[in-house]
């Protein structure tokens, strides 16, 4: 099975701090994504991953920017947290096709 | 920039009962996706149908697809209280095939 790890569950951050999310697959796909998920606004993606060290901006980025240096791994990082980013992130990977996506379980973060 | 839109954005309904979702999307694709979520969760793949097909069976799940009318719908027979979730429907958005563009989502409570 196809597995997606974020490392935390819940998080809780200062306003200001740098804040890393990461996020890892174990099935070789090129694709990853990074997604933001609040009441009412659906899923909205930041910044995704076409292969190592590749990347483009989503919808909203501004505030946030990526890592891919190995492929299994994904890393979102908040240069400077605000409390706007309060959310739900969600990191998902797939093969570059027209092709289901696999997510991890979630990332609560709390920005205090 | 949301590509599908799901409606209604909520669905209370008895156990046993039928339960319809509707996906509306803005520009031409090959494919369209829905996604289940459980409270609190990450997303899991439900089912695809291409935009050459016309209607696709899983299980309790039946997917249509218009692509005149640029909408699907999502029909889960025989609701039971474990199908209460979130459903999305997801696009991958036409700029970049490798984008996977989801809407706001319908909340699913199905009653004892």
Known sequence: DVKVTQSSRYLVKRTGEKVFLECVQDMDHENMFWYRQD??????????SYDVKMKEKG?????????????ERFSLILESASTNQTSM???ASR?????????????RLTVV | SQQGEEDPQAL????????????SYKTSINNLQWYRQNSGRGLVHLILIRSNEREKHSGRLRVTLDTSKKSSSLLITASRAADTAS???ATPWMDSSY??????????????
Do not use: H, W
Request: net charge neutral; glycine share 12%.
């Open chain 2, 12 to 23: 209370s309904i008895q156990e046993g009962e039928n339960a319809t979702m509707n996906c």
């Open chain 2, 87 to 89: 459903y999305f429907c």
């Open chain 1, 59 to 71: 919808d909203i980025p501004e505030g946030y920017s990526v890592s891919r240096e190995k492929k």
């Open chain 1, 39 to 48: 009441p009412g606004l659906g899923l909205r993606l930041i910044y995704f």
């Open chain 2, 99 to 112: 984008k996977l563009i989801f809407g706001s989502g319908t909340r699913l409570l199905v009653r004892p």
């Open chain 1, 95 to 107: 093969v570059p096709a027209d092709t289901e996506a696999f997510f991890g379980q979630g990332t």
């Open chain 1, 89 to 91: 992130y969600l990191c």
